[in-house]
């Protein structure tokens, strides 16, 4: 069974991209001979023109992150039905188009934010709620994130360790990850050493860090992973891109690459075996919970599958820095949605990861959606404890913190311009050009350090505290940035008629959904058992639904003008 649901997703997702994309290409204009801001307002620093397969390496390792694997994996209670059709018809027809004309978008507007293009087509108090709005989310990826990533690493021993556990195992190359990233920048962008010979060089370096990690580990307390966490991406969101983001998260997809085709594989040998099975119920209403609005299929399922489907973080990081790095308009459409239909199909993957250990995982049988994801992959290798297994978690965990960290990295750097931008005048180009009060506020480090700060601070929170309010806010986003291309599509004049259907079913689903959380905060706080994490959400959450309704209100307003003028 498992291995129809992977050919029939992949078969899908394929036929999606070629002829679909074909279609939507035309229909947008992309223009190969046009040149790109990378090439036009290169810096050196963030607008540095990568190569297709760098940029694709940083663009899918930074929309990944934890998302298409936590997500699916918890959304599996709905069954394996619902999940594969959101993932497949929801990654070719909402998510896709999302992240594409996201990028589309802003290599249009000079490598500028969806808040700017919004801007564009809607008005300076658009431009200025749509970036408030997008850094509350951020803050929600950046706490989310570090809250994984130090779970992954922290230990009730301290210093470098012998027979290390798994996330002693993980901290260390994780380390080691860093350095090499570092390394191989230096040598393929100053030392003239080629792609292809630094890329061989990069993966035996990755090979000879997993075996290190089975015999030496990193050990130290969760407490002082969130502070070295805090302090590793603010100085990764402020040094020139080719040092640290672009190898760092070009070597790190390869880790990835080869976690989905490990997983084929073992779907192949499962298919095959009688001593693993896929055991995932098609449909459970209700995700097989206590019958209440919070846990019903609709809207909860398209909130909580996330990146696997459709992300509202992936505009931020299409109109952040991957625009920034686009050399060519004819890498748009792999890197725009050619990414985000491969994270569909590990969407799909990891929905058949936690389907082979179903029942240990809905009894609490492991510590966390993604260490349910190893173990369902790892399984399909091996017993639990034999050799094979060992190896394999160790290596499928190493890689979802990797993700998680290189989905930091963008976030911080995502943060750093959009707060910026909040404070600039038109005409200012920069914080340089900026005076008085504004100077401070728009410099890069002061930005940077505020979200790091306020982030790794909501990190030390329980990851249930934040992941699910995280999801609302980053659907939600995902609809208002539909709703920014599609206006701008509408203005100069382009068919955005595939992106009304997915903005308003995404507007629809995560404003019902915010709806229902907060009213049962209401409660909790009413019956007198709210504790601080409860109203850290609800202050969250009425603060993005009081300016989603604001930018939906003045959305719907554009489209409609753009309507009649189109008629007249």
């Not at 649901?5 to 939507?24: E, F, N």
């Not at 407490?223 to 983001?245: C, E, H």
């Not at 179903?358 to 050799?387: C, H, L, N, Q, V």
């Amino acid at each position: 069974m498992a291995l129809v649901i992977l050919l029939v997703a992949i078969v899908l997702l394929v036929l999606g991209y070629i002829y679909y994309g074909r279609w939507v290409a035309g229909q947008w204009g992309i223009d190969p001979s046009r040149e790109t801001p990378a090439v036009t307002m290169a810096d050196g620093v963030d607008y540095v023109a990568a190569k297709p397969a760098v940029l694709m390496g940083h663009h899918f390792s930074s929309i990944a992150g934890a998302g298409p694997i936590n997500g699916p994996v918890q959304a599996s209670i709905y069954g394996w039905i619902p999940v594969f059709l959101w993932c497949v018809l929801g990654g070719i027809f909402i998510g896709g188009l999302h992240d594409w004309g996201s990028l589309f978008a802003s290599v249009r507007h000079g490598g500028k934010s969806i808040g700017d293009v919004i801007g564009d087509s809607m008005g300076k108090r658009a431009h200025k709620l749509f970036l408030i709005f997008a850094l509350l989310v951020l803050v929600l990826v950046v706490a989310s994130f570090v809250n994984v990533v130090a779970g992954t690493f922290m230990s009730d021993r301290a210093g470098f360790v012998s027979q290390p556990t798994g996330n002693e195992t993980t901290a260390i190359i994780s380390m080691l990850f860093i350095v090499l990233a570092i390394v191989y920048g230096l040598l393929t962008n100053r030392a003239g050493l080629g792609i292809v010979p630094g890329t061989i060089i990069g993966i035996v370096c990755i090979i000879a860090f997993l075996f290190i990690g089975m015999k030496v580990g990193l050990a130290a307390s969760r407490t002082f992973w969130i502070v070295f966490i805090g302090a590793y991406i603010a100085i990764a969101s402020l040094v020139p891109v080719w040092i640290l983001l672009q190898p760092r998260d070009y070597l790190s997809s390869y880790l990835l690459y080869g976690m989905m085709i490990l997983a084929i594989i073992g779907v192949l040998i499962s298919s095959f075996s009688s001593r693993v099975s896929f055991n995932l119920p098609a449909f459970q209403a209700f995700g097989g919970k206590e019958a209440n609005l919070q846990n019903f299929i609709v809207p909860t399922l398209f909130i909580t599958v996330a990146c696997g489907a459709c992300s509202g973080f992936h505009s931020l990081v299409a109109s952040g820095t991957s625009s920034k790095q686009i050399a060519s308009e004819k890498d748009l459409q792999p890197i725009g949605y050619g990414a985000m239909l491969i994270e569909s199909a590990l969407g799909i993957i990891s929905l058949l990861a936690v389907g082979m250990v179903f029942e240990k995982y809905t009894s609490g049988g492991f510590g966390s959606p993604a260490a349910a994801f190893a173990g369902g992959i790892a399984t399909m290798f091996g017993e639990e404890g034999s050799g094979i297994y060992t190896v394999m978690y160790g290596m499928l965990t190493l890689a979802v913190s990797v993700f998680a960290l290189t989905s930091l990295d963008t976030a911080t750097r995502l943060s750093r311009f959009m707060f910026s931008e909040l404070f600039l005048k038109e005409g200012e180009a920069s914080w340089k050009d900026a005076t008085g009060v504004r100077k401070v506020l728009c410099h890069p480090l002061f930005g940077t350090l505020l979200m790091v700060v306020i982030g790794c601070v909501l990190g030390g929170l329980k990851l249930s505290a934040i992941w699910g309010l995280f999801g609302s806010a980053n659907q939600l986003l995902a609809g208002l940035a539909l709703m920014a291309v599609a206006t701008w599509l509408g203005e100069v004049g382009k068919n955005n008629k595939m992106l009304i259907p997915g903005m308003i079913f995404m507007l629809v689903m995560t404003i019902w959904k915010l709806i229902l959380t907060v009213v049962a905060l209401f409660g909790k706080v009413g019956a007198g058992a709210a504790a601080w994490g409860d109203w850290f959400q609800l202050v969250f959450a009425v603060a993005m639904l009081i300016l989603a309704v604001i930018l939906v209100i003045e959305g719907i307003q554009t489209l409609g003008k753009q309507k009649a003028a189109k008629k007249a």
